[in-house]
């Protein structure tokens, strides 16, 4: 994503802004994978997977949330906000207690969903021997990784991929799509209303700000049949069968805010977000709706010791239009960025800008785990995401923790 000026709020490993939304939903089975997508609790997660539920916490090493942001605006500035308002950018720099970003009711019109651009922080594939890496040239310990021609995921979506969908919002420079999924909520087992995707799908990293006018499409163009000229009423069930939800709330990590880059850089390391939304017309959580969410796996096995791993998104950059979503499957290697950063998850596959923020997941003991979310791209050849360690799962519990 494009980089502008800065806003931050610096506090312990994670960054919180108030963004402000809404939205409704449906139900679902099994991924096709034949694993069934259920609500989750600790009780079911597996041998040695920390899904951050496991102690009821929501705080980690000390992290406290800042006290105070507002979530709405109201009288004149509202109606300038709705007006027209948010199209500017002069005061992005803002501090966080200062920023909202209220629902506008049918904001997402067709035409807007069809011109939205996609992009994706890019990447080169560098070295194959040893060596530190630094910017979007990456070195590579495990040699690098076949080329994969991603493929079409079946529809109907709300069975065959019910946690995935389709984010759009605003920017300075138009609006803009990209991926994501629901994950659980430790604060509320069964009814989550959090969903996980690309830090900089949220936020412009280094010298920008928070996007504008966020909002989630779960099983977006849900049968799989329109392209998007031809999708008229976004909120037909066809399109959107559980409703257009809105981001009230957004969480990065603080890394990703003061370094991240549209080259791709070590701050892609600590590149992914957590949102919390709401539905438009009110009504039952995300979660509920869906049947589904998928639990989070923070620490999951390194990319060179995973044999199995799916990825998936709705690219949007050609030959892809964004009103599909596709996956690519199989081993993962490693992905180094710079010295003492989390080598990324690399895996072959063609999707492209749109899949960013698309969640990345895995089977163990008979469940499926979110271990990842699609970051960099080189849009030909291969994809990577960040391996989320302890300062995702601070992100992750900052925002289950807010709603609490």
């Not at 806003?7 to 939304?21: G, H, N, P, S």
Request: charged residues 20%.
């Amino acid at each position: 994503m494009p980089s502008i000026r800065s806003r931050t709020l610096a506090a312990a490993a994670a960054v919180i802004a108030a963004v402000m939304i809404t939205t409704t939903a449906c139900d679902s089975k099994k991924d096709d994978d034949g694993a069934t997508a259920r609500p989750s609790s600790s009780t079911r997660a597996g041998k040695g997977v920390d899904t951050g539920q496991d102690d009821g916490s929501t705080s980690v090493g000390g992290y406290k949330l800042p006290a105070g942001l507002p979530t709405d605006l109201s009288g004149a500035a509202l109606d300038k906000w709705k007006n027209g308002g948010w199209k500017d950018y002069s005061d992005w720099a803002s501090k966080a207690q200062d920023y909202a970003n209220p629902y506008i009711k049918d904001f997402w019109t067709p035409e807007k969903m069809a011109e939205a651009k996609a992009d994706i922080p890019v990447a080169r594939a560098g070295s194959t021997s040893s060596g530190s890496g630094s910017g979007a040239t990456s070195y590579l310990p495990d040699g690098r990784v076949k080329k994969q021609t991603a493929a079409k995921v079946k529809g109907t979506y709300h069975h065959y991929a019910p946690p995935v969908g389709k984010l759009f919002f605003s920017s300075p420079e138009g609006n803009m799509v990209c991926s994501a999924a629901v994950v659980t909520d430790p604060a509320h087992p069964g009814r989550s209303n959090l969903v996980w995707t690309a830090g900089h799908c949220v936020h412009a990293g280094k010298g920008g700000g928070w996007y504008r006018n966020i909002a989630f499409v779960p099983s977006f163009n849900n049968s799989a049949n329109l392209s998007n000229r031809q999708i008229t009423d976004p909120r037909a069930k066809a399109v959107s069968p559980y409703g257009i939800w809105w981001a009230d709330w957004a969480t990065t990590s603080s890394q990703w805010m003061k370094g991240g880059s549209h080259q791709g850089n070590a701050a892609s390391g600590y590149d992914y977000a957590v949102l919390h939304v709401k539905p438009e017309r009110g009504g039952k959580s995300l979660q509920e709706q869906l049947g589904s969410a998928l639990p989070v796996w923070f620490g999951a096995p390194a990319a060179n010791k995973v044999a199995s791993m799916k990825v998936r998104g709705y690219p949007a950059e050609a030959p892809y239009d964004g009103s599909k979503m596709y996956d690519c499957h199989g081993a993962t290697k490693r992905f180094v960025l710079a010295k003492n950063v989390p080598a990324q998850f690399m895996i072959g596959c063609t999707m492209n800008g749109g899949a960013s923020g698309g969640p990345w997941f895995m089977s163990h003991n008979g469940r499926t785990y979110l271990v990842s979310n699609n970051s960099l791209s080189d849009r030909k050849t291969f994809i990577t995401g960040p391996r989320l360690g302890e300062n995702a799962k601070q992100v992750y519990l900052a925002t289950s923790g807010k709603f609490k």
